[in-house]
């Protein structure tokens, strides 16, 4: 996932860190909507991707990190950029093996850093932080452009037979923007390799599996999610949408946390309100107005009381077939990895879940964070990432997960 116009939140220098999320059960902002939060897991703090298409890699890591501290580990700060690499290496040798008919670029999906911690292991960011080009944030415009000319060159200029040497130049690129990985490193006192600070980790990346919902593949069986993004191929499992709620709901009452990969370039989406929503246009009600009033308004002045996000306002009731019309139709794209950790209800008692964001604080006025309705994740969720065991155990043997 890696929308510029979405992903990353404009060119603002943001501060990369923060405390994380206050614990306070309340919290209202100026749009007029108070949250309660009924269950919030531990989270690291808040980081900022700035400008990079790596909320794949900024979602999914915080993610391990805090199933570290869900496994009573220490607090780790763990590289994204590691990831990045690697996962942008690996890319590069199936784009020449596709001829160059195969999604490249700064985007992925949250199974690449699974596939990243398999391969190669992990690093902690001080080890790794992939700043070389003296910016205090990702700014990774140019080097996506120069490995994508890269790749194309190879391929243009191959003469039907690649050259032994044409990905240690590809690698050497990505030495320079991001900076060579070390062999060896240093943490608290201990050397370290990649797999071995892996293993010292004692994360297992087979534990985890992708859940989707879309009625184009039969239920209770993987596919291959067919977005850009996923260009490693990596299968999900499809459930119901009720079931995929479900996964959630349990997967956070029980204390496993959930990347989740979502639309958000949708008017319901406010990141400076805070929420995402999905308002109900049919509604008879709305502001205070009477049906009469409201049903002669054209669908622009409804909009706008819609989309002001000044209440919380009644919400589209989603099902199965809304969200397949909605992906079918292109209306739900491939554009944001975020980090869900926990459960909240409005002054109303609708539901939501709390999104920790890669964006950094500027902006947020819940200091990186945001609110998700239900209606919104039934609607513009494409997937989730969790830890086998969060599945419900009805669903899991529906699935054949062991």
Request: charged share 25%.
């Amino acid at each position: 996932m890696r929308k510029i116009s979405t992903c990353i939140l404009l060119t603002l220098f943001l501060t990369s860190f923060s405390a994380g999320f206050a614990q306070d059960k309340e919290k209202k902002a100026d749009s007029g909507y108070v949250f309660t939060v009924l269950k919030q897991l531990p989270a690291t703090a808040i980081k900022n991707q700035y400008r990079s298409g790596t909320c794949w890699s900024y979602s999914a890591i915080s993610f391990l990190e805090s199933e570290l501290l869900r496994t009573g580990k220490d607090t780790f700060d763990l590289s994204e950029m590691f990831c990045v690499r690697n996962a942008y290496s690996d890319k590069a040798s199936l784009y020449i093996r596709f001829n160059g008919k195969h999604n490249f670029g700064g985007g992925g999906a949250a199974h690449d850093v699974t596939s990243v911690l398999r391969k190669y292991g992990m690093m902690p960011d001080a080890a790794y932080t992939g700043m070389t080009i003296g910016e205090p944030n990702p700014v990774h415009g140019e080097m996506d452009a120069v490995l994508e000319a890269d790749v194309e060159a190879v391929l243009k200029n191959s003469n039907k037979k690649l050259t032994p040497v044409w990905h240690q130049g590809f690698d050497g690129l990505l030495d320079a923007y991001l900076g060579k990985v070390p062999e060896k490193f240093t943490y608290k006192g201990k050397d370290y390799t990649a797999k071995s600070f892996s293993d010292m980790m004692g994360l297992n990346p087979d534990d985890y599996v992708e859940l989707s919902s879309y009625t184009h593949h039969p239920f209770y069986a993987p596919f291959i999610l067919e977005v850009p993004d996923n260009w490693e191929m990596g299968q999900v499992y499809n459930i119901p949408v009720d079931e995929l709620i479900q996964v959630i709901d349990n997967s956070i009452n029980q204390g496993y946390t959930v990347v989740w990969g979502a639309d958000v370039s949708e008017k319901g989406f406010a990141w400076k309100s805070g929420v995402a929503v999905v308002p109900d246009k049919n509604a008879t009600e709305i502001a205070g107005m009477e049906s009469g009033k409201w049903s002669k308004m054209s669908d622009a002045d409804k909009d706008k009381l819609l989309y002001k996000f000044d209440k919380p306002n009644p919400e589209k009731k989603v099902t199965q077939e809304m969200r397949q019309v909605e992906f079918d139709n292109y209306q739900t794209t491939d554009d944001h990895g975020m980090h869900l950790t926990g459960i909240a209800k409005d002054q109303n008692g609708t539901r939501y879940y709390l999104i920790k964001n890669s964006w950094g604080l500027d902006g947020s006025p819940y200091k990186g964070y945001f609110y998700a309705s239900e209606s919104y994740m039934r609607l513009k969720t494409m997937d989730i990432m969790v830890h086998k065991n969060a599945i419900p155990k009805e669903i899991r043997k529906k699935l054949g997960i062991n």
